[in-house]
Structures are given as C-alpha cells and as structure tokens.
C-alpha cells in the first residue's frame, strides 16, 4: 500500500535522506488523512443523529465541557510539537554535512550549471558523484538567485551572487538523475536543466581521469548537435535563423559577419573557435558581450564538434 501511494505521490528516493523526508510526508499525509475521516465521519453522523425531529424539538443549552476541551487542546498540541521536533530533527541532518564528504564546487549561471571537482576537472550541466559517499556542493551564482533541485534527492537550495550556500547528499541510487533549476532566473530557465550520474566507485574515477568519452562513437556534426544542449549553448543560440540572446548559427559559417567596432570578418573555423573560447574578443554587432567564456571546459573533441556542428548549419 504504502509503495504503491510512493509511487504515485512521490519521485524516486535517491538518497537516505529522501527516505526520512518520506517517511515524514507519509506521517503528515496519513495524520491529514485520519483527521479528515474522523471529523468528516463525525459531522455526517451528527448531522443525523441530532437532526431537528419536530417544531418542539429545542437543543438544550450547553455552556461548557472542561474535560473536552483539555482533550481536544492537548491531543492536537502534542501532535504539532512532536512533528516539530521531527522536522527539526530531519532539517539540522540535511544542514550539517559529514565532515568527511567529497566538496564539489556548483556555479549558476544563465543558464548553466557548472560543476568543479577537487581534481580541477570542470563539467557543465553534468554532475558525477560517487556511489554511497558523501558529496558536498559548495555553490555560488555569477549573476542572479538560481535554486539548486533535485527532486529525487529531496533536496532543494537557493543559489545565490557574491556568497556561498551548500548542500550535502549520499546518493544511494546508481543511475540518472534530474537536476532543476527551482528559481525563476530569465528567459531560458526552463533549459537550466542538468542531469547528475551516480557511478560506482570505478566508473566514478575513470570518469574523473578521462571526462568520460561521451560521444567517442558519434560523427563530429552529431556529437556537436548533442553539445549544442548539453552545454547550454541553445540557451541563447538556435539554429533555425531565429534570434535569441546571441546571433543564430544558421548561415553564420562562411558568411562576413559585422562587429560592434565596425569591422567585418570572414567567419570561418578560427574565428567560430575564438568565438566560443574567447567570446569577449570580437563582439557581434547588435549583441550584449553576455557570452561566458568555455576556455578550459571544453575538450580539443567537444571544440572540433561544435565547429563542425556550427559549419553545417550553412
Ligand atoms: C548566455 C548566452 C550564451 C550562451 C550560453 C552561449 N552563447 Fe554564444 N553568443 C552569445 C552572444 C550574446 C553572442 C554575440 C556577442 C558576441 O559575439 O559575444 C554569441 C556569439 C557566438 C558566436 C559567434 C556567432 C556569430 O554570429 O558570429 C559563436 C560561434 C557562439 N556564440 C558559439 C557558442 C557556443 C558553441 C556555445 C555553447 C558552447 C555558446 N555560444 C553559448 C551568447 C551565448
Ligand atoms: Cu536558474
């Protein structure tokens, strides 16, 4: 029964934690669910038994009832200190993080998340964490409030410019999970969207040595298309001529593109690489220099694919 209703009401439980907030929910949820069919029983059954039987029928006058009201005070009273205290209890385990966990460092921006690991490795909306060993998130925003969510892992912190917040999970459940950005940051938040990898031990540290070798199999254009999201680059970019917050990549390859200084250039492989690497270098005309740089969080790979991504789009 109670699997059943998890299954509906509630997402995965991704990590110990998500269970103790369940079994708190499901505490709350049942009392609710007593409390309903206690009063709504009663009321119906008074509704009957009290009903008026005639003209004469006079309800006697009633001042008080000490005993009841202690009753209904104390029982209700004590209910909301004990889930105080388990609140609390469930609250103080989420804030205060082992002291031997993993800190991975957590930037938002519009509209990416970009994750550091103690060994430098740096990756973009892609989080992995070890199986089974605490991680904690160190997180800050490079411009506006962002909110870090992952429903799985019932956990949910606000991401916020010029200060620290932190989070702290053991991820139980290998696999994939969702992360969301839960805090409404522009345009493109609904794509603020990132995905977190519980791998096993080996996985972990192979990943964390190579980068992973996503899309080692894939020609260079489709594993660029994949990019194009995973990066966040269609945050602000779109491939069907339409504008957004940066230029579209249709017919951009080839074509002499108008800068803010006046100046032309040929946009061919160089200045595409430059522009991704360094975009504050040459500036669009008509365009806010908002681009953040990928200097060091690309791989030689990844740059060639959106390179060659970019080219076939003529
Ligand atoms: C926050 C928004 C934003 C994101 C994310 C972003 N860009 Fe840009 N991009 C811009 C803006 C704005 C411009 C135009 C101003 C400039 O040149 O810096 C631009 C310019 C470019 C240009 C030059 C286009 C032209 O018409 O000359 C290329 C190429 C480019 N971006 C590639 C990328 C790639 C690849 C990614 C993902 C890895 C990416 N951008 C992510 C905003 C963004
Ligand atoms: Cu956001």
Known sequence: MRDWLRSILLPAEGTSYAGSVDSLFFFLFYMGVFFFLLIAGLLTY???RYRRRGPDDRTPYIVKNHKLEVVWTLIPLSLVIFIFFWGFHTYMDAAVSPGDAMEIRVTARKWVWEFEYPN??????ELHVPLNKPVKLLMTSEDVIHSFYVPTFRIKQDVLPNTY????????????HRLFCAEYCGTSHSDMLGRI?????KTY???????????KDMP??????MLFKSRGCNTCHTIDGTRGEGPSFRGVFGSQVKLQDGSTVLADENYIRESILRPQAKIVAGYQPIMPTFEGMLREREINALVEFIKAQR
């Open 46 to 48: 008074f509704l009957i």
């Open 120 to 125: 430098g490795i740096r990756s973009l909306n």
């Open 165 to 176: 917040t932190q989070l702290w999970f053991t991820a139980k459940e290998p696999g994939m």
């Open 197 to 201: 990898f519980v791998d096993d031990e």
């Open 205 to 215: 540290n192979e990943w964390l040595e190579t980068g992973g070798d996503e899309g």
């Open 220 to 225: 260079l254009a489709e594993f660029g298309a």
